[in-house]
Nanobody
Framework: QVQLVESGGGLVQVGASLRLSCSVSGRTFSRDGMGWFRQVPGKEREFVAAINRSGSTTDVADSVKDRFTISRDNDKNTVYLQMNSLRPEDTAVYFC??????????????????WGQGTQVTVSS
């Protein structure tokens, strides 16, 4: 059974940093591309960042470029999202996702096969 479990969300003030983690089990993690998406009520899920299976290639949405960084540790079956200089507009539920058996970075939510339950990030002004 595949499980993706996010952690690290919370309530922070503007300008703060958070690091989200997503622990994956039930998969050969090193074969999968990973992504982070976010969603606010009433809006579609939005791409945030993605990383390929080896960690050598990443893609980050323009809205978070220079503030957010995605990384992974294949020995720990974990993908991370480092979020710096947080803004109120970053408030959302953040989801990690896995695209099985791929060499590439994927930015479309429809490409992904497995999803976590999400972790809330709230940035207060």
């Amino acid at each position: 059974q595949v499980q993706l479990v996010e952690s690290g969300g919370g309530l922070v003030q503007v300008g703060a940093s958070l690091r989200l983690s997503c622990s994956v089990s039930g998969r050969t993690f090193s074969r999968d591309g990973m992504g982070w998406f976010r969603q606010v009520p009433g809006k579609e899920r939005e791409f945030v960042a993605a990383i390929n299976r080896s960690g050598s290639t990443t893609d980050v949405a323009d809205s978070v470029k220079d503030r957010f960084t995605i990384s992974r540790d294949n020995d720990k079956n974990t993908v991370y999202l480092q979020m710096n200089s947080l803004r109120p507009e970053d408030t959302a539920v953040y989801f990690c996702a896995a695209k099985r058996d791929t060499f590439y970075v994927h930015t479309l939510s429809s490409d992904y096969d497995f999803w976590g339950q999400g972790t809330q990030v709230t940035v207060s002004s």
